[in-house]
């Protein structure tokens, strides 16, 4: 005929918002580190992620862009492989210091 509800079957039946808060920040969490670990490996790859493409040369006194670029490819066009070097060193200062390392093209 009539049912009454118990204060121990609403209690059952209902879950509290705050519960569910360690799960949700869990999940935040682990979406957040595929998220970030992704961008990681994209970062990687777009900053010259395969060494195999690049040689490693030491700036001599007197050294520039210019000549580094000019030497290591006689018949090219010294500005676009100066782009590259620059794009291959990211921070690279516009001076040059004698014992600095450059990763230079190999192409």
Do not use: C, H
Not at 34 to 41: E, P
């Amino acid at each position: 005929m009539y049912a009454v509800s118990t204060p121990q079957s609403r209690s059952l039946a209902r879950r509290r918002p705050r519960d569910a808060w360690p799960g949700r920040l869990r999940g935040i969490a682990l979406v957040a580190g595929a998220v970030l670990a992704l961008s990681l490996g994209l970062a990687k790859a777009a900053w010259g992620g395969a060494s195999g493409d690049f040689e490693t040369v030491t700036v001599q006194p007197g050294d520039s862009l210019w000549s580094i670029a000019s030497a290591r490819y006689p018949g090219a066009d010294v500005r676009e492989r100066i782009w590259e070097i620059q794009q291959a060193n990211p921070g690279l200062s516009p001076s040059l210091y004698p014992g600095e390392l450059l990763k230079v093209p190999t192409r």
